[in-house]
């Protein structure tokens, strides 16, 4: 995939800022408000805060409205959530008032941070709107030997996803942006290493989709997780959980 050039990338950030705020509207209605999605949600906050410790530096990529921003605080962890819409970070600073998060209004192709500040790089849904190689490239700048990415991203190879990301129509339909993509497991994973990345993992996950009633999650789900275990069916599932370390210090 080739990278975009310098006027290409502007335009990108540009319908992100026109753009995030009606689709963190649509996603959450879409996603998270559902008795399926709340249990979705629930588990995409479980991954991306599980190596996370009281007293780390955290940057959080594209914190939108917060919705993950104050899950994210409660495992101690120092943390600033930023995002490239004015609006989104406004609505996030009322929306989770803690003491221990600076909500910022920053790029993430050109971070206001110094080179290793983070322990960890997170972000949900949100490698996708960007420029890969460029957005990896400050990602791994700004992290800490020993530092880690942790990313859930939606999965170009489950059917759905698919037909959203390339049919124009319900590209319009589900508030994508022009440039909004998904990734399939196997590339992503080459990029993170080709970017320097070490340990990558890149590991397909949710088969419960939003839309499942919620009396049929007891039934569901256990079949879910039971797919992801299934070597090809796993590959088709809705989202790919990514972690991938910084010089990652040995175990003791």
């Known amino acids: 995939m080739a990278e975009n050039g310098p006027a290409m990338i502007e335009q990108r950030l540009r319908d992100e800022i026109v753009n995030g705020p009606h689709y963190g509207e649509l996603g959450a209605w879409k996603m998270w408000l559902t008795p399926a999605g709340r249990e ?3 588990r995409r906050v479980d991954l991306l805060r599980r190596r996370l410790r ?11 409205t917060g919705l ?3 899950d994210l605080a409660k495992t101690g962890a120092r943390v600033v959530a930023i995002d490239i819409s004015p609006e989104l970070v406004e609505r996030a600073r009322r929306e989770v008032p803690e ?3 600076e909500f ?3 790029n993430a192709y050109d971070l206001d941070a110094e080179d290793r500040t983070f322990d960890a790089v997170v972000g949900s849904s949100v490698l996708h709107h960007l420029d890969v190689g460029r957005a990896l490239a400050e990602f791994r700048r700004v992290l800490r030997p ?3 990415l942790a990313l859930s991203e939606p999965n ?16 319009r339909l589900a508030g994508d942006t022009p440039d909004e993509t998904a990734f399939v497991s196997w590339s992503l994973q080459r990029r993170l290493e080709r970017a320097g990345f070490e340990d990558v993992t890149v590991a397909p996950y949710n088969f419960l989709h939003p839309v499942i009633p919620g009396p049929l999650i007891g039934w569901v789900d256990p079949l879910c ?13 809705g989202s790919l959980f990514v972690e991938a370390w910084v010089q990652r210090r040995p175990v003791t």
């Open 40 to 42: 979705g949600w629930r």
């Open 54 to 64: 009281p007293g780390m530096s955290v940057l959080e990529i594209g914190c939108g």
């Open 68 to 70: 993950f921003t104050r």
């Open 99 to 101: 003491p221990t998060v």
């Open 104 to 106: 910022r209004v920053d």
């Open 146 to 148: 020993g530092g880690v």
């Open 156 to 171: 170009m190879a489950n059917p759905i996803i698919f037909l959203q990301k390339n049919v124009p129509l319900l590209k």
């Open 225 to 237: 997780r039971f797919l992801e275990r299934i070597p090809v069916a796993r590959e088709i599932a």
